[in-house]
């Protein structure tokens, strides 16, 4: 792929303030991105709470309702997490809110009995339960009175999805066999943020409310999903020069752009063609597993990077970290691609990967989702007088 191309908002001012944009969002801190900062740009300045505030809810479309409410949340999760609540900042988050739910805490999804009854079926011929069975099993009647079936039915939204099956799993010996004790529900609230990673979070910092039930019935909050969500979009060191790559990154994974730059780099450097999807090793790949195409296309430089193979992969393991980018292997295989290809290689390349969901009627892709929000807050910062 070639290098990545000027991604910056175009309204108001041009290629200096579009730039500008761009660093605020990826230098706003030093906690956020760890990257040098130009000596002619000013730092960014303490703004009190009650303007941080009013500005994120003056950029905030007209419609939304509760705009006070929105802005308080949203600030205190910035603030709780020591992210500068600049401009840039807030139209990254209401970028993501806008696309993935239009500021609803818990958006309604089309067609959502008829999603989970199919994956239900497919569950059951995965374990290979007989469809009759567990269609029994659901007719039985649920903490509320009504048939699991019958609550099925009447879903909207995922939170109601997700306390069905949470009451299914505890009160139905099939539940927990059938869904091995884990809600298939994998994502929730206004930012659409997993599961699994709030669940990560908590664990790592110190959430700062009150919790009410478990981290998934948080998720489901605005605050709770609010929070996650800013979490997983800002709150680590991310060494892009242009926002759309951190889009792209909260759709695949951290640091999903700066691995695809890389694969990108191995398959320049070693002629062979890789997906660029970001995924250095296979998921939960064992030192005993079948090596993945990127490892293999990687080891196949080892004797041009004076590396030797184990040690290729002990630098693979590191892909999900904030400090691959500094081990051996990225730095000489970065710098073998650009000699052989004459020009330096892009340090950030949007993934290719196309998006399974059950909700997901029509082909999606990475590329699709961060394009789509990129739009979404260069509009934003666009309307910013500041």
Not at 68 to 76: L, Q
Not at 176 to 187: C, I, Y
Not at 327 to 337: I, N, S, V
Request: hydrophobic residues 40%; contains cysteine; proline residues 8%.
């Amino acid at each position: 792929m070639s290098a990545p191309s000027a991604e910056q908002p175009t309204r108001r001012g041009g290629r200096a303030r579009a730039r500008s944009w761009a660093l605020l969002l990826a230098c706003g801190t030093a906690l956020l991105v760890g990257c040098s900062t130009p000596a002619e740009r000013p730092p960014v300045r303490t703004v009190p709470p009650a303007e941080a505030r009013a500005m994120i809810e003056r950029l905030m479309p007209a419609s939304v309702a509760d705009r006070p409410g929105w802005a308080r949340d949203i600030y205190a999760a910035l603030a709780t997490l020591d992210i500068a609540p600049t401009a840039a900042n807030a139209c990254a988050v209401l970028a993501v809110i806008e696309q993935e739910s239009t500021y609803r805490v818990d958006p309604p999804v089309p067609g959502l009995p008829t999603i989970a009854w199919s994956e239900i079926d497919k569950q059951a011929d995965r374990l290979g339960v007989p469809r009759l069975v567990v269609r029994t099993a659901l007719r039985l009647s649920s903490p509320t009175g009504k048939s699991y079936a019958e609550r099925i039915d009447a879903v909207k939204t995922e939170k109601q999805l997700s306390d069905v099956f949470d009451d299914f799993i505890e009160m139905v010996p099939l539940g927990k066999t059938f869904f091995a004790s884990r809600n298939p529900v994998r994502t929730g609230g206004p930012m659409q943020v997993s599961i699994a990673f709030a669940e990560q979070q908590a664990a790592r910092k110190t959430y700062p409310y009150p919790r009410q039930g478990s981290w998934r019935d948080e998720v489901f909050t605005r605050r709770g999903g609010l929070y996650f969500g800013i979490a997983h979009l800002l709150d680590y060191a991310a060494p892009y020069e242009y926002p759309l790559y951190r889009f792209a990154d909260f759709n695949a994974g951290r640091y999903a752009s700066r691995n695809a730059a890389f694969q990108n780099a191995v398959s320049t450097a070693s002629g062979i063609p890789l997906a660029l999807d970001g995924d250095l090793l296979p998921p939960n790949a064992a030192n005993d597993a079948p090596r993945g195409a990127t490892e293999l296309a990687a080891a196949s430089l080892a004797g041009k990077l004076d590396m030797s193979v184990a040690a290729v992969r002990d630098d693979l393991e590191r892909g999900p970290q904030a400090d691959f980018e500094r081990t051996r292997l990225y730095q000489r295989t970065m710098a073998l691609a650009g000699r052989l290809n004459g020009t330096p290689m892009p340090t950030a390349v949007v993934p290719r990967i196309t998006l399974h969901s059950p909700k997901i009627t029509r082909e999606l892709t990475t590329d699709w989702f961060a394009r789509r929000v990129n739009d979404r807050y260069k509009r934003c910062v666009a309307q910013d007088g500041s």
